[in-house]
T-cell receptor
Framework: DAGVIQSPRHEVTEMGQEVTLRCKPISGHDYLFWYRQTMMRGLELLIYFNNNVPIDDSGMPEDRFSAKMPNASFSTLKIQPSEPRDSAVYFC????????????FGPGTRLTVT | TQLLEQSPQFLSIQEGENLTVYCNSSSVFSSLQWYRQEPGEGPVLLVTVVTGGEVKKLKRLTFQFGDARKDSSLHITAAQPGDTGLYLCAGAHGGGFKTIFGAGTRLFVKA
């Protein structure tokens, strides 16, 4: 298995632009997680899905952030409009089960908003 | 708010030295995990502990879960440059699906 796939690996955009991050989880995993990592705040859970349904989005910072999972093999995280404080590394992870199960992380997308 | 505090935040040591990093919380967890993250990559699971007082060994790494399941430690014997990375602990509660991550300990092992 190729593992969790994320694209793009790097994204540089100007403030106000729309940004879309993409994730393909490991086949057969029922849970998908989106995290944001910064030096100041560490690894923060933004939202997670179970069987394509959003379960907890309490970590989504603002209405500018939205996430979708149209099918079991694809998810997107969208930021519109983007701001410089959104600059971070965004990780997608998937797991077979929920709480306490091993999460398999993708390589991350490094987002820079200028 | 459930928090996992990790200490130290940063550790720089010479190859061959031993070290211990800690993960503490006021909350009880049903399980606790340790991940290692290398630059430019996502975290990778090292171990999961579920029983209070449990000790697990992975080569030169020894993991312990506190008796009350509120804290954990990671001990590395004879550290090597390949151990360099960010060590994250993550706690989970039974019945809930949100895993809480600590801020991490950044370890640098000099050759």
């Amino acid at each position: 298995d190729a593992g969790v796939i994320q694209s793009p690996r790097h994204e540089v955009t100007e403030m106000g632009q729309e940004v879309t991050l993409r994730c393909k989880p490991i086949s057969g995993h029922d849970y998908l997680f989106w995290y944001r990592q910064t030096m100041m705040r560490g690894l923060e859970l933004l939202i997670y899905f179970n069987n394509n349904v959003p379960i907890d989005d309490s970590g989504m910072p603002e209405d500018r952030f939205s996430a979708k999972m149209p099918n079991a093999s694809f998810s997107t995280l969208k930021i519109q409009p983007s701001e410089p404080r959104d600059s971070a590394v965004y990780f997608c992870a998937s797991s077979l089960q929920g709480s306490g199960a091993e999460q398999y992380f993708g390589p991350g997308t490094r987002l820079t908003v200028t | 708010t459930q928090l996992l505090e990790q200490s130290p935040q940063f550790l720089s040591i010479q190859e061959g030295e031993n070290l211990t990093v800690y993960c503490n919380s006021s909350s009880v967890f049903s399980s606790l995990q340790w991940y290692r993250q290398e630059p430019g990559e996502g975290p990778v699971l090292l171990v999961t502990v579920v029983t209070g007082g449990e000790v697990k060994k992975l080569k030169r790494l020894t993991f312990q879960f506190g008796d009350a399941r509120k804290d954990s430690s990671l001990h590395i014997t004879a550290a090597q440059p390949g151990d360099t990375g960010l060590y994250l602990c993550a706690g989970a509660h039974g019945g809930g699906f949100k895993t809480i991550f600590g801020a991490g300990t950044r370890l640098f092992v000099k050759a």
